[in-house]
């Protein structure tokens, strides 16, 4: 019965089932459930679903790679063309036609209708068949919902979204942020002042408002150059160009051609160690501390109104211009005009004495915009000569017919200090040497004496550049470094030598920026110097130089040096000699930067010298003796560069005295023995004047020297003034006189420059070269001469040619031709002088 009971259970759940089922196929079977997962992206896919999204990729991928061939491919193709042509298929789209083509015929009839409404009517004239008929009614518009906010509790948040919730508010701040100073920027970009012709019937300035001022806008500050070693002080950037109303307001000037840039960087042989200053000197860029004062140049450009450009417009302002009102601001100034202002007043600016007298003369007189144009243009330049050489002066918008004029006067400060082509730490050493603190006035006087220190390191050449700051009234200064390799080393040749030791020189040299610990401000080098094989004479000088460049900005510098010379050579009687000796040298210097005065800039130097001679070979000298002398003398040197808008003075003076009796060696009777009448308790003094002179803007210069030298009795060899050589008198032996007062000179003829590697057509190749005519004369003599001792000088005039090819390839040749000598005879008519120097 139990069982029963359960069997007829099991029989009316199945007949209920299929009563079910019949009714469903009555029906017709339901949908399946739909897939209302639309998809997380942040969710984790399984092992199982990656597995099958990747089976089913590798299934793609093999459907499209499989080529089923087809009966065409029998015999017709090989293997090779067929995959190719497969490829090809697989790979080829069609490309979407760019062609329109409209059927303007309907083939239905007049009264055909659309599903809208509308009559269906051919293209043609408008007006011909859509006149009267009503427009189709508009589609539907797609309306994009608000996002359904969140009703969750903090609770039910994941740390993840909260994590990212903050990561997106972020981001969005800082977009923001982003936008806002973009937006600000343009604002200030599009803000320039502009000044049409005012209307003669109100006489109202009618000048575009500016919310503040522009640092990109320097439309009252005239152009003047970038400073390097021939050119001044420029603003913005080389290729910037501004315009206003259509019209061009300023245009960057072009630096030096890239050809010249390298050539600028100076080149100055080696001297002997006798006669330093009289080095042979590269005449297209002076001094590394030279530098260019701040003077006017009118632009090539015309342009809109500016400081920069005279105006002759005639319209008059104000028939009486009875006061001038300068503020610091344009938000300080009254739109609607002022009334009961007489003369020049100052409201929070304090002009310059220069500057004061420029707007005092124009009160009383009348105004048109030609005279308000060159009384901002006068002010301008007289700001540049009070050492304020970033400096704007801004005409607002006003109305002026009561015969009061609104200037604002805003003095350039300094921004941020940007070093370019610099490592890190020099960038910050180089940043470090502009004493300007931000937010100060910008000063010329004191720019250029920190761009002088920072050149006067010889193997970094920099140069200074203004730019638009990003803060009110802000200049930046931009210092572009160009510096060499740290270690560098150099071969030269030359026949600076003499008959007795061979004329001809090898010299080899090696220079090392910021050795050791000792950073980038020290220099150390080193020189050897020698003779070609020549059986009867060897010479064998060794010298090294350490200059350091010191904090408090004074400059150190030690010199030592080491000649060992030989001879053998038949006097004047026919006797044959053999001679040698060496000559030692240890100096110090420390050189003191003044303050500048002007375009002068001047330094104090202080030395002393430590000399040891057993020999004058080295001097040109013959003489033979068996003591060895000593020297111990001071020096007191005061150095004078002057730059003006048509070249360049240098003045090098020096004063040496020995006091005598410091060694054993540093006698009398030592000094008597080796020069007759010489005692060790001397004074000297010596003078070397240079002018570089342009000639007109053609490239031709003229380069005249002068030195000088007094003493109050005979010197030693070391300390005589000589005469002959290509650094002094060419067409003569190095040195082939010599005296103890003097004068020696030359005079210069330089050509252009032009290009040789140019036309050859190797235009990528940066080399140039020059020619010259010189002149050159010397008078020396003997302050206590012998008995038959007679003035000795001598003159020569030649042609000379210079060339330089990048930064490692010097070459000067020189030919003299003697045109007088008096007190001795060389038995010469004239001589050539060589030099050539590669640096790697």
């Not at 009555?26 to 099958?52: F, H, M, N, T, V």
């Not at 003829?749 to 020619?771: E, I, K």
């Not at 008078?779 to 330089?804: A, K």
């Given at each position: 019965?139990?069982?029963?009971?359960?069997?007829?259970?099991?029989?009316?759940?199945?007949?209920?089932?299929?009563?079910?089922?019949?009714?469903?196929?009555?029906?017709?079977?339901?949908?399946?459930?739909?897939?209302?997962?639309?998809?997380?992206?942040?969710?984790?896919?399984?092992?199982?679903?990656?597995?099958?999204k990747s089976r089913k990729a590798s299934q793609s991928r093999y459907e499209n790679n499989v080529y089923e061939?087809?009966?065409?491919?029998?015999?017709?193709?090989?293997?090779?063309?067929?995959?190719?042509?497969?490829?090809?298929?697989?790979?080829?789209?069609?490309?979407?036609?760019?062609?329109?083509?409209?059927?303007?015929?309907?083939?239905?009839?007049?009264?055909?209708?659309?599903?809208?409404?509308?009559?269906?009517?051919?293209?043609?004239?408008?007006?011909?068949?859509?006149?009267?008929?009503?427009?189709?009614?508009?589609?539907?518009?797609?309306?994009?919902?608000?996002?359904?906010?969140?009703?969750?509790?903090?609770?039910?948040?994941?740390?993840?979204?909260?994590?990212?919730?903050?990561?997106?508010?972020?981001?969005?701040?800082?977009?923001?942020?982003?936008?806002?100073?973009?937006?600000?920027?343009?604002?200030?970009?599009?803000?320039?002042?502009?000044?049409?012709?005012?209307?003669?019937?109100?006489?109202?300035?009618?000048?575009?408002?500016?919310?503040?001022?522009?640092?990109?806008?320097?439309?009252?500050?005239?152009?003047?150059?970038?400073?390097?070693?021939?050119?001044?002080?420029?603003?913005?950037?080389?290729?910037?160009?501004?315009?206003?109303?259509?019209?061009?307001?300023?245009?960057?000037?072009?630096?030096?051609?890239?050809?010249?840039?390298?050539?600028?960087?100076?080149?100055?042989?080696?001297?002997?160690?006798?006669?330093?200053?009289?080095?042979?000197?590269?005449?297209?860029?002076?001094?590394?501390?030279?530098?260019?004062?701040?003077?006017?140049?009118?632009?090539?450009?015309?342009?809109?109104?500016?400081?920069?450009?005279?105006?002759?417009?005639?319209?008059?302002?104000?028939?009486?211009?009875?006061?001038?009102?300068?503020?610091?601001?344009?938000?300080?100034?009254?739109?609607?005009?002022?009334?009961?202002?007489?003369?020049?007043?100052?409201?929070?600016?304090?002009?310059?004495?220069?500057?004061?007298?420029?707007?005092?003369?124009?009160?009383?007189?009348?105004?048109?915009?030609?005279?308000?144009?060159?009384?901002?243009?006068?002010?301008?330049?007289?700001?540049r000569k009070s050492d304020l050489p970033v400096v704007d002066v801004l005409v607002p918008e006003q109305e002026?017919?009561?015969?009061?004029?609104?200037?604002?006067?805003?003095?350039?400060?300094?921004?941020?200090?940007?070093?370019?082509?610099?490592?890190?730490?020099?960038?910050?050493?180089?940043?470090?040497?502009?004493?300007?603190?931000?937010?100060?006035?910008?000063?010329?006087?004191?720019?250029?004496?920190?761009?002088?220190?920072?050149?006067?390191?010889?193997?970094?050449?920099?140069?200074?550049?203004?730019?638009?700051?990003?803060?009110?009234?802000?200049?930046?200064?931009?210092?572009?470094?160009?510096?060499?390799?740290?270690?560098?080393?150099?071969?030269?040749?030359?026949?600076?030598?003499?008959?007795?030791?061979?004329?001809?020189?090898?010299?080899?040299?090696?220079?090392?920026?910021?050795?050791?610990?000792?950073?980038?401000?020290?220099?150390?080098?080193?020189?050897?110097?020698?003779?070609?094989?020549?059986?009867?004479?060897?010479?064998?000088?060794?010298?090294g130089v350490f200059a350091t460049y010191l904090p408090w900005r004074h400059q150190l510098t030690l010199l030592?040096?080491?000649?060992?010379?030989?001879?053998?050579?038949?006097?004047?009687?026919?006797?044959?000699?053999?001679?040698?000796?060496?000559?030692?040298?240890?100096?110090?210097?420390?050189?003191?930067?003044?303050?500048?005065?002007?375009?002068?800039?001047?330094?104090?130097?202080?030395?002393?010298?430590?000399?040891?001679?057993?020999?004058?070979?080295?001097?040109?000298?013959?003489?033979?003796?068996?003591?060895?002398?000593?020297?111990?003398?001071?020096?007191?040197?005061?150095?004078?560069?002057?730059?003006?808008?048509?070249?360049?003075?240098?003045?090098?003076?020096?004063?040496?005295?020995?006091?005598?009796?410091?060694?054993?060696?540093?006698?009398?009777?030592?000094?008597?023995?080796?020069?007759?009448?010489?005692?060790?308790?001397?004074?000297?003094?010596?003078?070397?004047?240079?002018?570089?002179?342009?000639?007109?803007?053609?490239?031709?210069?003229?380069?005249?020297?002068?030195?000088?030298?007094?003493?109050?009795?005979?010197?030693?060899?070391?300390?005589?003034?000589?005469?002959?050589?290509?650094?002094?008198?060419?067409?003569?032996?190095?040195?082939?006189?010599?005296?103890?007062?003097?004068?020696?000179?030359?005079?210069?003829?330089?050509?252009?420059?032009?290009?040789?590697?140019?036309?050859?057509?190797?235009?990528?190749?940066?080399?140039?070269?020059?020619?010259?005519?010189?002149?050159?004369?010397?008078?020396?003599?003997?302050?206590?001469?012998?008995?038959?001792?007679?003035?000795?000088?001598?003159?020569?005039?030649?042609?000379?040619?210079?060339?330089?090819?990048?930064?490692?390839?010097?070459?000067?040749?020189?030919?003299?031709?003697?045109?007088?000598?008096?007190?001795?005879?060389?038995?010469?008519?004239?001589?050539?002088?060589?030099?050539?120097?590669?640096?790697?």
């Open positions: 019965m139990k069982h029963l009971k359960s069997i007829t259970l099991v029989v009316a759940f199945a007949s209920m089932t299929w009563n079910v089922v019949a009714q469903d196929m009555e029906l017709g079977a339901l949908p399946p459930i739909p897939d209302l997962d639309l998809g997380d992206p942040e969710r984790k896919l399984s092992w199982k679903e990656k597995r099958q061939r087809t009966a065409e491919d029998t015999g017709r193709a090989t293997v090779y063309q067929r995959l190719s042509n497969s490829v090809k298929e697989r790979t080829s789209t069609p490309r979407p036609t760019t062609e329109i083509s409209v059927d303007n015929t309907i083939s239905s009839s007049d009264n055909a209708m659309t599903a809208s409404g509308a009559r269906l009517q051919p293209f043609g004239e408008e007006g011909k068949y859509w006149e009267g008929i009503p427009l189709p009614p508009q589609d539907e518009l797609e309306i994009d919902l608000l996002p359904m906010p969140d009703l969750r509790t903090p609770d039910q948040i994941t740390k993840k979204e909260r994590l990212r919730n903050k990561r997106i508010a972020k981001y969005e701040l800082r977009k923001a942020e982003a936008d806002a100073k973009r937006e600000e920027r343009e604002a200030r970009e599009r803000a320039v002042v502009n000044l049409p012709p005012a209307d003669p019937a109100n006489a109202l300035v009618q000048v575009e408002s500016q919310g503040g001022y522009d640092p990109g806008y320097m439309g009252n500050v005239d152009a003047p150059e970038t400073i390097n070693s021939g050119g001044n002080l420029k603003p913005f950037n080389e290729d910037s160009s501004y315009y206003k109303d259509g019209s061009l307001v300023y245009k960057g000037r072009k630096n030096t051609a890239p050809a010249q840039v390298w050539w600028k960087k100076g080149t100055s042989e080696p001297g002997d160690g006798v006669e330093p200053k009289w080095q042979w000197r590269n005449p297209f860029g002076g001094p590394r501390d030279d530098v260019q004062p701040v003077s006017y140049t009118e632009p090539a450009d015309s342009g809109g109104y500016s400081a920069s450009r005279s105006s002759l417009d005639s319209t008059m302002l104000t028939s009486n211009l009875r006061g001038i009102r300068i503020v610091r601001s344009t938000r300080e100034v009254s739109k609607s005009g002022l009334g009961g202002v007489s003369g020049v007043v100052l409201e929070g600016v304090d002009l310059p004495n220069k500057v004061y007298p420029v707007f005092e003369s124009r009160i009383g007189t009348s105004l048109t915009l030609g005279d308000l144009n060159q009384m901002v243009r006068d002010a301008v330049l007289a700001y002026i017919t009561s015969g009061v004029l609104q200037l604002v006067i805003i003095e350039g400060r300094l921004g941020d200090v940007i070093v370019e082509g610099a490592s890190r730490p020099e960038s910050r050493a180089l940043a470090g040497q502009i004493r300007t603190e931000r937010g100060e006035v910008i000063r010329e006087s004191q720019l250029t004496e920190d761009l002088a220190w920072i050149n006067k390191h010889p193997t970094r050449q920099v140069d200074l550049i203004f730019s638009p700051g990003d803060g009110y009234g802000e200049t930046d200064v931009i210092l572009r470094s160009q510096a060499y390799k740290d270690l560098q080393a150099y071969f030269a040749y030359e026949n600076s030598g003499t008959e007795t030791l061979g004329e001809d020189r090898a010299i080899f040299g090696v220079s090392w920026t910021g050795p050791l610990f000792f950073g980038e401000g020290s220099i150390l080098s080193y020189q050897l110097t020698t003779n070609f094989d020549k059986s009867d004479a060897n010479i064998h000088g060794h010298s030592g040096a080491y000649v060992d010379s030989k001879a053998n050579f038949v006097n004047a009687n026919g006797i044959p000699i053999s001679t040698d000796g060496v000559n030692k040298q240890g100096s110090i210097r420390y050189g003191i930067p003044l303050p500048s005065i002007g375009n002068i800039s001047h330094e104090l130097e202080l030395g002393m010298d430590i000399k040891s001679s057993s020999t004058d070979l080295d001097l040109n000298s013959a003489q033979v003796f068996d003591t060895i002398s000593e020297i111990a003398q001071y020096s007191l040197g005061y150095n004078i560069i002057a730059k003006d808008t048509s070249g360049v003075w240098r003045v090098d003076s020096e004063v040496y005295s020995s006091p005598g009796d410091k060694t054993v060696l540093n006698t009398d009777a030592i000094f008597d023995s080796q020069r007759a009448g010489a005692k060790a308790n001397y004074t000297y003094g010596r003078v070397s004047i240079e002018r570089d002179q342009q000639l007109g803007d053609g490239g031709w210069t003229v380069f005249a020297r002068m030195q000088g030298q007094v003493t109050n009795g005979n010197l030693l060899a070391s300390e005589t003034l000589g005469a002959g050589g290509y650094d002094t008198v060419r067409g003569f032996e190095q040195r082939v006189v010599r005296g103890d007062s003097g004068l020696v000179g030359s005079v210069e003829l330089r050509t252009p420059t032009f290009y040789p590697a140019v036309f050859g057509g190797f235009d990528n190749v940066r080399d140039g070269a020059f020619g010259l005519l010189f002149y050159d004369a010397a008078t020396l003599s003997s302050e206590d001469p012998l008995p038959g001792e007679i003035d000795r000088s001598l003159g020569s005039v030649g042609v000379g040619f210079r060339y330089q090819k990048s930064d490692w390839f010097t070459l000067r040749v020189d030919y003299g031709f003697q045109v007088s000598e008096q007190g001795f005879d060389d038995g010469e008519q004239g001589r050539w002088h060589v030099g050539a120097r590669a640096t790697f």
